[in-house]
């Protein structure tokens, strides 16, 4: 299959026509006046604290890249679960880490047309118009390596996180689950306990995140064989739990960005919240 064309952030500033936001700016900064709650970085994001040495020092063809547009889908089922994939061991940038389904939107295409289709290309779960509601959720400012400590910038990305409401149950959609396995490698299904736990496991330090004693040391996860198959499998709840490494190489963890936007998740369901399964 070709690959499809980039689409590229662009911004304007007062009456100036739109232009290409360079690699090295920060989207966040420029945005910070728009619903400052709902458009983020990390902390310890590159674009923070790199000097004008470093970012001279970034190869031409990363400087030329500009920022890419991604979207990924919170997945909210009928029983008020949500959907993470773990990203295969092979892939370049972020691999064996937990997020939503997502990726690149492709020229022409809408976010929601390419959040359904990423579901879709990943997950195997293809939802008609009939299956779900969407609102947006909020904006992330993705970088990697994700810190400085590990390496110069690479790639930079502004991810729209979009949440779809579906009407079917967890079961339900895992009936339908076919994972691509050169992008999925495990499934889980979590509840708002859990994602609760995995959000205030704050990025930024060295270690697993303390398991709180109200949740189970493992969780029920799906692991997705290099033929595409899925069979149930447990993982150490303590590893959703991870943070990330300051130095080093990474570990499996959920996301920095994937805890922003179950945090966002967890605030559209208010305080009335189903007990731990």
Same mark, same amino acid.
């Given at each position: ?60 063809? #990363? ?7 991604? #979207?990924? %889908? ?28 997502? @990726?690149? %939107? ?18 195997? *779960?293809?939802? @008609? ?29 502004? %991810? ?41 496991? %704050?990025? @930024? ?9 109200? *949740? ?7 692991? #997705?064989?290099?033929? @595409?198959?899925?069979?149930?499998? =447990? ?32 605030? =559209? ?9």
């Amino acid at each position: 299959m070709a690959s499809a064309k980039r689409v590229l952030v662009y911004l304007a500033e007062g009456n100036r026509l739109p232009q290409c936001a360079r690699f090295v700016q920060s989207i966040t900064g420029a945005l910070s006046g728009c619903h400052a709650d709902q458009v983020e970085r990390a902390p310890f994001c590159p674009f923070k604290c790199l000097s004008a040495t470093e970012a001279a020092s970034l190869p031409s063809d #990363v400087q030329a890249r500009g920022v890419d547009v991604g #979207v990924a %889908v919170l997945l909210q089922t009928a029983d008020r679960k949500t959907l993470l994939t773990r990203r295969a061991a092979p892939l370049t940038i972020f691999p064996n880490i937990w997020v939503p389904p997502g @990726g690149h %939107v492709e020229l022409g295409e809408k976010l929601l047309d390419a959040g359904l289709r990423e579901l879709g290309e990943e997950t195997g *779960l293809w939802l @008609g118009p009939d299956e779900f509601s969407c609102r947006l959720l909020g904006l992330w400012e993705s970088v990697y390596p994700p810190m400085l400590t590990r390496g110069l910038p690479q790639r930079h990305h502004i %991810v729209t996180y979009l949440l779809l409401r579906s009407c079917r149950t967890h079961l339900q959609l895992q009936a339908r689950l076919r994972p691509e396995p050169q992008e999925v490698s495990g499934c889980v299904w979590l509840d708002a306990v859990l994602a609760r736990a995995i959000v205030a496991s %704050v990025d @930024g330090a060295d270690g697993l995140g303390q398991l709180p004693a109200h *949740l189970p040391p493992t969780v029920g996860v799906w692991e #997705v064989s290099s033929a @595409g198959e899925l069979f149930r499998s =447990t993982l150490s709840t303590a590893v959703l739990l991870s943070r990330a490494p300051a130095q080093g190489g990474d570990l499996e963890r959920v996301s920095t960005g994937t805890k922003f936007a179950l945090e966002l998740w967890l605030d =559209t369901l208010g305080g009335d919240e189903p007990p731990a399964s």
